[in-house]
């Protein structure tokens, strides 16, 4: 992931909010300037001169960041994507003004060089990428609602998959229990695999979540396949509040493996959280592994958090 964050994703640090102020100290534009006018938001990264100096603080420990960084970012992103609503990107090396009382104010830099920031009608907000969700319909009242629209899954799908992911599988269900239908959706790269360009090994499933039939709640994991085993998708079941990821893999003269991955949807978190993990192997010379473990042995691990390469850490020996 070391080159995700050099190439300018969003990363994130502390929690708290940067709540809404007015300043209207004058600022001038200069060509670096960034000139809020109209209601928006607009995500903020490092330019290359803070991400070498927070490399040169940080270590290697700024790696593991990095990929803490395209997680955040991704949520944030495809919760906007759902709600078709609009936003950009730009370095911390910009200037951010917009117009109070005929005079340019100057936007305050977050304590973050990571961060969004939501503007409407003479007024701002910094926010860290992980409360994007809670403090934007906070801070643009009804615009979620406006926005919705009608519900489109094939408009939210393809925010997200673009012109670099295919739909393998798509499934109907409903996880919450709600009487609204949810989905279940399967990408594969549409890139060959290089083992040097770790993003042609990255193919996300997401859930979306039906709000009532006004939004899509957008959950997705990178890390389930293809990973550091070269497992590969083979099928999706789901039934009642429960689904079900079932990869293979095999190598030849060694063994072959299932992997089954299920999930649920928790009621009292309501969040979508790992219930089992199960592996059958095969060997070459016909010895059989097999490893089954639950929530009472790896405890509570939501969907976004799932990783396949670390799963088996988790599970008795």
């Given at each position: 992931?070391?080159?995700?964050?050099?190439t300018?994703?969003?990363?994130?640090?502390?929690?708290?909010?940067n709540?809404?102020?007015?300043?209207?100290?004058?600022?001038?534009?200069?060509?670096?300037t960034l000139?809020?006018?109209d209601?928006g938001?607009?995500?903020?990264?490092p330019?290359d001169?803070?991400?070498?100096?927070?490399?040169?603080?940080?270590?290697?420990?700024?790696?593991?960041?990095?990929?803490?960084?395209?997680?955040?970012f991704?949520?944030?992103s495809?919760?906007?994507?759902?709600l078709?609503?609009?936003?950009?990107?730009a370095?911390?090396?910009?200037?951010?003004?917009?117009?109070?009382?005929?005079?340019?104010?100057?936007?305050?830099?977050?304590?973050?060089?990571?961060?969004a920031?939501?503007?409407?009608?003479?007024?701002?907000?910094?926010?860290d990428?992980?409360?994007?969700?809670?403090?934007?319909?906070?801070?643009?009242?009804?615009?979620v609602a406006?926005?919705?629209?009608?519900?489109?899954?094939?408009?939210?799908?393809?925010?997200?998959?673009?012109?670099q992911?295919?739909?393998?599988?798509?499934?109907?269900?409903?996880?919450?229990?709600?009487?609204?239908?949810?989905?279940?959706?399967?990408?594969?790269?549409?890139?060959?695999?290089?083992?040097?360009?770790?993003?042609?090994?990255?193919?996300?499933?997401?859930?979306?979540?039906?709000?009532?039939?006004?939004?899509y709640?957008?959950?997705?994991?990178?890390?389930?396949?293809?990973?550091?085993?070269?497992?590969?998708?083979?099928?999706?079941?789901?039934?009642?509040?429960?689904?079900?990821?079932?990869?293979?893999?095999?190598?030849?003269?060694?063994?072959t493996?299932?992997?089954?991955?299920?999930?649920k949807f928790?009621?009292?978190?309501?969040?979508?959280?790992?219930?089992?993990y199960?592996?059958?192997?095969?060997?070459?010379?016909?010895?059989?592994?097999?490893?089954l473990?639950?929530?009472?042995n790896f405890?509570?691990?939501?969907?976004?958090?799932?990783?396949?390469?670390?799963?088996?850490?988790k599970?008795?020996?």
């Amino acid at each position: 992931m070391k080159n995700l964050l050099l190439t300018g994703l969003i990363a994130f640090f502390s929690v708290a909010c940067n709540k809404s102020r007015e300043e209207t100290t004058s600022a001038s534009v200069r060509s670096d300037t960034l000139v809020l006018k109209d209601q928006g938001i607009v995500f903020v990264s490092p330019g290359d001169q803070t991400i070498s100096a927070l490399k040169k603080k940080n270590g290697e420990d700024f790696y593991t960041i990095a990929d803490d960084a395209n997680n955040y970012f991704s949520e944030a992103s495809t919760y906007l994507d759902s709600l078709k609503v609009s936003y950009k990107n730009a370095d911390d090396t910009k200037v951010f003004v917009y117009k109070k009382d005929n005079k340019t104010a100057a936007i305050s830099k977050h304590k973050s060089p990571w961060y969004a920031v939501f503007y409407k009608d003479g007024k701002y907000e910094t926010v860290d990428l992980i409360n994007v969700r809670e403090e934007y319909s906070k801070f643009f009242g009804n615009a979620v609602a406006k926005s919705a629209g009608t519900l489109d899954s094939k408009t939210v799908i393809a925010s997200v998959a673009g012109d670099q992911y295919s739909v393998v599988e798509e499934k109907d269900c409903d996880l919450n229990n709600d009487h609204f239908t949810d989905k279940i959706v399967v990408l594969a790269t549409n890139r060959d695999p290089d083992p040097q360009d770790p993003d042609t090994q990255i193919a996300p499933i997401l859930i979306l979540l039906n709000d009532q039939n006004k939004k899509y709640d957008v959950l997705k994991n990178e890390k389930i396949y293809p990973n550091s085993f070269g497992d590969s998708f083979r099928k999706l079941v789901v039934k009642d509040r429960f689904f079900t990821v079932e990869l293979f893999n095999e190598v030849p003269d060694e063994y072959t493996s299932e992997k089954y991955i299920t999930f649920k949807f928790s009621e009292p978190l309501k969040e979508v959280v790992l219930s089992k993990y199960g592996e059958n192997t095969v060997w070459n010379d016909g010895k059989k592994t097999n490893t089954l473990c639950s929530d009472k042995n790896f405890g509570r691990i939501l969907f976004r958090d799932y990783n396949s390469d670390d799963i088996r850490t988790k599970c008795p020996k």
